[in-house]
């Protein structure tokens, strides 16, 4: 057995070994009881939107109500004791996201190996094993990792479509696209991305020359071709959106649904277009409406923080998000070591005299780097829920993927040896934090207690630490948890609380702006001594600070 194969298996193993035994005393974070519930109602015929709460679950959340009903049947019949309770039943679920970050990981290493050879394939993997936002969302009953995996898996197909053609990869990449339509409602964009794509790679492909016998017949045969291939990709996706939704309402003309978003009130007023029938089902429609309008809207999120601004979320359209979010998350958020790899990949493709094989891996590289820079772009300056960096895990398995390009032939020692370094720091980093992938942040924040000066929310504090501050209590009596109010002792808050995005940014502002945390629990609970001394006197200016605003 070759060894790079045997290293491929030891990293596999390695990632599901992270992701079993970081769930030990984890609790559920605040999203996944939604998700798992539309899961279940999915699976028992269910499928229609109950109100805002479940407008951006999906039905790729049945394979984790199937999977926990598996587990609780296996328990049964073998007579094993297991967790039955509501909670126990969704952290079960968390298995199978565990399975789909294990097949995301396979996809990463076989599209490395097919770009960059063996040695970028390993690197890519290494790569996506520790790194701690896949690690972090990997085991959550969420739509995240289904997202960055269907994502992945419908552009491999769709480059092995346009490379080397065939009937069969045209029937793969038509159904992970739009298998990617029941993950997250973000794969939508998937569609105007592919047809870039297209466009790119059939410029710049190898044809038959200008003036040249054929010419004007080979425009014709691949417009018709390509007719041909947006009608089938659009009745693929049309059939399995439906399945996934068990055809609930299909065939419902827009003039009968109840719309929120203008968008979509307009298409609906629009004459003609509101009375066809929509070939769709109906909760998969009222989800994207009520998804576009929710995130115009600001209705489901609190407030939103970043480098110690806060934006307060008055929840009527007026919400504009911090320009460069993510960016700015991505560089305290993703390990050094990864940026500097992808960052050197990235130079190597525009540098006529380091690329490899020059043209032809250039134009196959464009299905990684097109849905980079388009979801770059958009996340960054066009999406207001600036909530966690989690909604941009799509981009970090792709960069994951072109990393690989760092090995690429030709290579050399210095590459190499760089390379290890610079995943032995990657690793070193990322489990520096087990089991708290949620919330971590690299070395360019050296005091871990002061990482809620750059971002919360669920970048640091998603809730699922509540084992974490029991036993934290238990062997310290007598702490203050979350006060409210201005008090002297040992106190716990909760870092969301402490910078205002689901409280009164006035509650903490005492202690937020004169005192300094001296301890962590988990990350996501800062602890803080407060002297009797600087709250003895109703004057004093830890009270004075610490009163709300008597104008909100």
Known sequence: MPCWFIVCGTLLTVLLLIHTTSLRHKGLTTDEPL????????????????????????????LHAMTSGN??????????????????????GRY?????????ALYVFKWSYELYGRNGALLSLSLYVFDPNLLAHGQLVTADLPAALMTTSALYHFWHFLELGGKRRAFFSALTLGLSQLAKYSCVYLYPIFLVIASIYCRYRPSPEVGKPGRWHSLTWNLRRWSIVIVSFTAMSIVTINLGFDFSGTGTPLS???????????????????????????????????????????????????????????????????????????????????????????????????????????????????????????????????????H?????????????????????????????????????????????????????????KLAYRHLADSNLDWRGNEWYLKEYIHRHPGVIVDPRKPQAGRIVVPVNALVGVNRNPQEYKWLRENFTPVDHIAYSYLVYDVPKRMLRSKDSRVSKEGSPDPRR
Request: with cysteine; net charge positive; proline share 6%.
């Open 35 to 62: 998700h798992y519930q539309y899961g279940y109602r999915v699976l028992n015929g269910s499928p229609g939107r109950t109100g805002a709460l479940n407008s951006s679950t999906m039905p790729f959340s049945t």
């Open 71 to 92: 587990i609780g049947v296996f328990a049964r019949i073998t007579g094993i004791s297991t967790d039955t309770s509501w909670d126990g039943q969704v952290k079960h």
């Open 96 to 104: 199978a996201t565990i399975a789909l970050s294990l097949l995301l």
């Open 256 to 390: 009968r649904y109840t719309f929120k978003d203008p968008i979509f009130k307009k298409l609906q007023s629009t004459p003609i277009i509101g009375d066809l029938p929509l070939p769709l089902p109906v909760p998969y429609v009222q989800g994207l409406d009520l998804v576009k309008f929710e995130e115009r809207m600001g209705q489901a999120w609190g407030n939103i923080y970043m480098a110690g601004q806060l934006r307060v979320n008055h929840h009527d359209g007026t919400l504009r998000g911090f320009p460069g979010y993510y960016f700015y998350a991505a560089f305290f958020k993703v390990p050094i070591g990864t940026q500097i790899i992808f960052l050197v990949a990235l130079f190597g493709y525009f540098s006529r005299r380091a690329q490899p094989a020059a043209r032809g891996l250039r134009r196959q590289e464009i299905f990684l780097l097109v849905p980079i820079l388009l979801y770059w772009v958009y996340f960054n300056f066009f999406f207001n829920a600036q909530i966690g960096i989690r």
């Open 392 to 448: 941009v895990l799509p981009v970090f398995a792709l960069a994951t993927v072109f990393c690989g390009r760092f090995l690429a032939a030709p290579e050399s020692k210095l590459r190499r040896y760089a390379a290890v370094v610079l995943v032995g720091w990657v690793a070193a980093s990322a489990l520096s934090y087990y089991p708290h992938f949620i919330s971590y942040f690299n070395e360019f924040v050296p005091d871990r």
